[in-house]
């Protein structure tokens, strides 16, 4: 609270949906995390298991290299707002089990009031879009790929805004060279929140990866390690080089 008797921290309010078919499956919706009146917002694409159990963005994996990419850049996840396009887990059943799928264009349409509100509420500085659904959707254009796109502040006339395209945290667990680039464009995003909002210079600063064990669980972390160990230099502290 500050001396004006107004709260610093504006939740949003949660609200329940049974718009499209994903409801019937959720076992929580998952609404966004932490103050929507935050200059940079992190939007991801739509939960997964992890989330669907507690009913928050970014858990599990996922969320612990989230994590990990803000802490090593010195930024605390709790300044940012973080939430998804899509607000229920979207799943297919394959040998009786439920899996984890990308939504659907029609379910992303769906939800698309949720996070249109959101923006139009908090009024960001900067939305990073994690991955290709964020961005094609915070773009409107389906052509767009994280691959080309990422790493540069793109002005959104209809957000007022930058969108700031990254990979996406789970991509990273699924191709590790992707963690450096990416805690690259962390360090980028850095500079833009250091600069009151301004667009930073050309990136000079490069993070080496850090060893990691408590960030994985023990399949990912040893697959990790043994790509690691080939690849890069590992080491216990950040250094810039
Ligand atoms: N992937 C996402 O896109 N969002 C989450 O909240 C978790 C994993």
């Known amino acids: 609270m500050d001396n004006t008797g107004i709260s610093q921290v504006a939740e949003k309010p949660l609200i329940t949906c049974t718009k499209c078919n994903l409801h019937q499956t959720r076992i929580k919706m998952v609404n966004g995390e932490g103050n929507i009146l935050s200059p940079?917002?992190?939007?991801?694409?739509?939960?997964g298991q992890n989330e669907d159990i507690a009913g928050l963005p970014f858990q599990g994996q996922a969320g612990s290299i989230l994590n990990k990419l803000l802490s090593q850049t010195s930024l605390n996840r709790s300044d940012f707002y973080i939430d998804n396009i899509v607000k229920c887990r979207p799943i297919l059943i394959r040998n009786n089990k439920k899996e984890n799928r990308q939504p659907t264009a029609e379910e992303i349409e769906l939800c698309r009031d949720n996070i249109e509100q959101t923006i139009a509420t908090g009024k960001p500085k900067a939305i990073v879009a994690m991955g290709n659904v964020a961005l094609k959707y915070l773009l409107d254009d389906r052509s767009k790929s994280i691959t080309k796109m990422r790493g540069q502040f793109i002005w959104s006339d209809k957000y007022q805004c930058y969108v700031y395209p990254v990979f996406h945290p789970a991509a990273i667990l699924r191709q590790f060279e992707y963690y450096n680039v990416t805690a690259n464009d962390f360090a980028r995003l850095k500079q833009f929140i250091d600069n009151n909002y301004a667009l930073p210079k050309p990136a000079t600063t490069v993070y080496t990866l850090v060893?990691?064990?408590?960030?994985?669980?023990q399949r990912f972390y040893h697959m990790f390690k043994y790509k690691l160990e080939r690849n890069y230099r590992i080491c216990n502290t950040i250094s810039m080089e």
Request: glycine share 6%.
């Open 40 to 47: 940079v917002f992190l939007i991801g694409e739509a939960p």
């Open 211 to 217: 060893d990691t064990p408590e960030l994985l669980n």
